[in-house]
């Protein structure tokens, strides 16, 4: 039976850069879930009788509101839901379902690499049927409708075990549980030359995952170790746990300084590899060397051709602001479309569904291409493999001989977190108010060429988003940009992205802190961070 149940809004139910994201204890209040995934559906297109995907990262609370948005899809219309097992999807994996069962839309319940556990943090994103995060208009709407939401729609009794493949009924909805790993492996070893890359694994190349506890450990033993052969041991930290093991499963240089460290020894493996929460992010390690994100956009672009899936090029490339032009440089070298869009894999979706993209990526640690419209850890890291399947070099070797050919992007973000929301906001607004006067002035041997707040105005559907992180450019090309997170639960995130390029292959081999030192002091001092925040580092730098 289908009750309606009379609720009364919540007036903080607003999207960030990517879904709900909010506490444990603040999701677990009564109805919190159950008003915001009502909001979603009435502002989702009709979806009578059509299929929802849904699916999370395995961190606590998970079961709960699986439970919940499966009896609520079964009031609100639905006529399927797919389900992964234990109600386990990867990122990805949920954007590839989507697709591929021409599902109208999808529930991914993540907080991705925010940390897990009664006291963590928990996520609701819903994804339209392209596969990709819902853009702005319907964002916009779900918030909407959260601030006048009265009641919501749901299936009286329990949902189904979701312990079991198979379907069953719940009133006229269908709710099928499926193998969470086999259609994503599937994809993958449809995009990359598997026969290639066991070659490689067969040979005396050593590499090593790190799961993190989060949900890629089964995605990456069944594809790393059982299709690809990689021994046994390969996929570390492999078991998804409700809080991570207590660790935080952001791939990042701090909490997967393990793996990192593991890298730099000599005797090290040859390649490492993590992914985050909810398998979206990647981190790639070579033997003594970090790759950062906006490299490894910049060399996996460059390289794609080298994979079947690519082998006839690739249409453009997209980035977010933030994140280094390394990739710009390839794209104006190959003579393909290049598009800087805000902060949010919600910005790429357009571009991809338009053909005018292959690759997209982010300084966040997210790469993907046009196969889903997520990022993909596990997608990064095999193309990574596949491209040092055919070139036989080290992962050292091949950003070198990148950064002789393209120039190096010397870059790094420094991170200011749980910082006072009020003295974030006016250092922002404070360098609001200064940039009409910024350009020409002169800061040491730096001088401002242009200043802006950035704003995008989407090529292919016109919408645009304004206030997206204050860039300041010099002449010469060196970059400070200024934004606040999106993605936190705690105060506010001020995040400092710091850029410089060198064209000079004599100088490719400077420590980033060394080579943007001049850069690092004038973005102190031009937003004048100890002043406003009290912080006299930051606490984050990747
Ligand atoms: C999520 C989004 C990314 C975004 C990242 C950082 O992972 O999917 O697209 O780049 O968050 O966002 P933030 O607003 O915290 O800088
Ligand atoms: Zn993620």
């Known amino acids: 039976m289908i009750e309606t149940i009379a609720t009364k809004p919540f007036n903080d139910q607003k999207p960030g850069t990517s879904g709900l994201r909010k506490s444990v204890p603040h999701f677990r209040q009564a109805n919190y879930a159950e008003n915001f995934i009502q909001a979603i559906f009435d502002a989702a297109d009709s979806h009578d009788g059509e299929t929802l995907v849904i699916g999370g990262d395995g961190r606590f609370y998970n079961r709960e509101v699986i439970q919940t948005a499966i009896r609520m899809a079964a009031g609100n219309g639905y006529g399927r839901v797919v389900v992964g097992r234990g109600g386990i999807l990867s990122t990805p994996a949920a954007s590839n379902l989507i697709r591929i069962r021409k599902a109208a839309g999808g529930i991914i319940l993540s907080?991705?690499?925010?940390?897990?556990?009664?006291?963590?943090?928990?996520?609701?994103k819903y994804n339209v049927a392209n596969g990709g995060p819902a853009p702005e208009k319907i964002t916009s709407a779900i918030f909407e409708r959260t601030r006048t939401m009265s009641q919501y729609r749901i299936w009286s009794g329990d949902a189904p075990s979701l312990a079991e493949f198979g379907e069953t009924k719940l009133g006229d909805m269908v709710v099928e549980v499926i193998d969470p790993v086999a259609d994503y492996a599937a994809l993958m070893e449809k995009l990359f030359d598997f026969g290639q890359i066991r070659d490689l694994i067969a040979s005396r190349f050593t590499l090593r995952f790190d799961a993190m506890h989060a949900v890629t450990g089964p995605y990456a033993k069944e594809i790393l170790?059982?299709?690809?052969?990689?021994?046994?041991?390969?996929?570390?930290?492999?078991?998804?746990?409700?809080?991570?093991?207590?660790?935080?499963?952001?791939?990042?240089?701090?909490?997967a300084a393990t793996l990192i460290n593991q890298l730099m020894a000599p005797n090290g493996p040859d390649f490492g590899a993590a992914s985050d929460g909810d398998g979206d992010r990647n981190l790639i390690v070579g033997k003594g060397i970090v790759v950062s994100p906006s490299d490894s956009l910049a060399v996996l672009a460059a390289n794609a051709h080298l994979a079947p899936a690519y082998k006839d090029g690739i249409a453009g490339i997209a980035r977010s602001m933030p994140t280094s032009q390394a990739a710009d440089r390839v794209a104006a070298k190959r003579g393909i479309g290049m598009y800087e869009t805000p902060t949010g894999w919600k910005f790429f979706g357009t571009l991809l569904d338009a053909g005018k993209v292959t690759i997209c990526g982010e300084?966040?640690?997210?790469?993907?291409?046009?196969?889903?419209?997520?990022?993909?850890?596990?997608?990064?890291?095999?193309?990574w493999l596949n491209i040092l399947a055919v070139r036989r070099e080290s992962v050292q070797a091949i950003l070198e001989s990148h950064w002789a050919e393209f120039g190096r992007n010397y870059y790094q973000r420094h991170d200011y977190e749980e910082v006072d929301a009020k003295a974030a906001e006016g250092l922002m607004g404070s360098l609001h108010d200064r940039l009409a006067s910024m350009a020409g002035q002169r800061f040491g041997t730096l001088v401002v060429s242009e200043a802006d707040d950035f704003s995008y105005k989407d090529p292919v559907d016109g919408s645009v988003a304004t206030g997206q992180g204050v860039r300041i450019v010099f002449s010469g090309g060196s970059r400070i940009v200024y934004r606040l997170s999106g993605t936190g639960t705690k105060g506010a995130t001020l995040r400092v992205y710091i850029e410089r390029y060198e064209p000079d292959r004599t100088r490719h081999d400077i420590a980033p802190e060394q080579a943007l030192t001049e850069l690092i002091d004038t973005a102190s001092a031009i937003g004048e961070i100890g002043k406003r925040t009290g912080r006299t580092a930051p606490d984050v730098i990747t």
């Open 111 to 124: 907080a991705s690499h925010n940390p897990g556990g009664p006291k963590g943090d928990f996520g609701i």
């Open 225 to 255: 170790e059982n299709r690809l052969g990689a021994p046994l041991g390969t996929v570390i930290n492999g078991e998804p746990l409700e809080d991570f093991g207590g660790g935080h499963p952001d791939p990042n240089a701090v909490h």
């Open 363 to 383: 300084e966040s640690a997210g790469t993907g291409s046009d196969h889903v419209r997520e990022k993909d850890g596990l997608w990064a890291v095999l193309l």
